[in-house]
């Protein structure tokens, strides 16, 4: 069974930073890309970023471009966001999901399995 379990979000002032962790198991984490996404309270769920199987390719919503960054650690099945000079509208529930193939996307449905979210609160 594919269990995906974030870590690291928490409460931060606005322009700093925090960095979550993804760890994977039940899979092989190296075959397939991955992505988080984010919900604010009253909206629906978003693309954050993705990145590839092997980690050369790497997407990203326009909102967090220049802020965010995305990589992934095959040998230790994690996959982690940096997110720096965050901002008060950042703030939501981070969720890291698993596709179904090993290209990156931005598309939600491309997602099989996903991470029981972390709390990510940023006050101005």
């Known amino acids: 069974q594919v269990q995906l379990v974030e870590s690291g979000g928490g409460l931060v002032q606005a322009g700093g930073s925090l960095r979550l962790s993804c760890a994977a198991s039940g899979r092989t984490f190296s075959v397939y890309a991955m992505g988080w996404f984010r919900q604010a309270p009253g909206k629906e769920r978003e693309f954050v970023a993705t990145?590839?199987?092997?980690?050369?390719?790497?997407y990203y919503a326009d909102s967090v471009k220049g802020r965010f960054i995305i990589s992934r650690d095959n040998a230790k099945n994690t996959v982690y966001l940096q997110m720096n000079s965050l901002k008060p509208e950042d703030t939501a529930v981070y969720y890291c999901?698993?596709?179904?193939?090993?290209?990156?996307?931005?598309?939600?449905?491309?997602?099989?399995?996903w991470g029981q979210g972390t709390q990510v609160t940023v006050s101005s």
């Open positions: 990145i590839g199987r092997i980690g050369g390719n790497t």
């Open positions: 999901a698993t596709t179904k193939t090993s290209l990156p996307s931005s598309d939600i449905g491309r997602y099989d399995y």
